[in-house]
């Protein structure tokens, strides 16, 4: 049942992301990002308060669903804010330090998510909305330059043309199989951890933990070779 759910909250959020980028291309970048993080804090003090109240499946797997289409909204545009800020010449240091940061929030949030759920789900759902709203407020501080989007909206059909592309399909395939395995490592081996390891959740957020600080010192060192 949580494969089903996450497969779904998956491809929904596969759908939203690329209507985000076409929201951030009709909006701009700042925009879709406040909206998105606001609604996405909604949707997680509603989780919090379903668990509380003990309430349905259905409802817990549509607002997980939920959860993953105001998440892949917010993707595309922060990495056209990224690139807006940032300028062609410092492009690659804003996506790599993007990146690093985004693996720093893997560095505390399992770990206090893990000390949290042995108390309870539901206030971990509710910490995590008012986090969200913090976000909002820093996204509204940036930039002018990600605040317009371009002209043009995206011409489907010219994307449509890029399956000739054998090295680009070859790329995303490559990414494809990437994401299945981080989904195995956020959902299934979680389970697998608690259900039929016993691993205590403080110390399956210690491991999350652990991961991330090895993808940082990884990553700093790929950016290093690449430059």
Request: net charge positive; no cysteine.
């Amino acid at each position: 049942v949580v494969g089903a759910i996450y497969a779904a909250a998956g491809i929904a959020g596969a759908l939203a992301m690329s209507g985000g980028g076409e929201l951030t291309d009709r909006y701009g970048p700042r925009r879709v990002m406040v909206a998105s993080l606001g609604l996405r804090s909604l949707n997680l003090a509603a989780m919090g308060w379903t668990v509380y109240v003990h309430g349905p499946l259905w409802l817990i797997a549509a607002l997980v669903v939920g959860n993953g289409v105001f998440r892949s909204t917010f993707t595309p545009a922060a990495n056209a804010a990224a690139a807006a800020l940032a300028g062609p010449t410092r492009r690659l240091d804003a996506f790599a330090t993007l990146r690093i940061g985004m693996n720093l929030g893997w560095v505390g949030g399992p770990a206090l998510g893990g000390l949290m759920a042995e108390g309870s789900y539901a206030r971990l759902f509710l910490l995590a909305a008012p986090l969200t709203l913090a976000a909002l407020l820093t996204v509204v501080r940036i930039g002018a330059a990600a605040t317009a989007g371009p002209t043009q909206r995206i011409d489907w059909d010219s994307l449509w043309e890029l399956r000739h592309d054998r090295r680009l399909l070859g790329f995303l395939l490559t990414g494809v199989l990437m994401m299945m395995l981080v989904g195995q490592l956020i959902s299934t081996i979680t389970v697998y951890s608690e259900a039929i390891l016993r691993i205590p959740k403080p110390r399956i957020g210690l491991l999350y933990t652990m991961n991330a600080l090895a993808v940082i010192a990884l990553q700093a060192r790929v950016v290093r070779r690449i430059h």
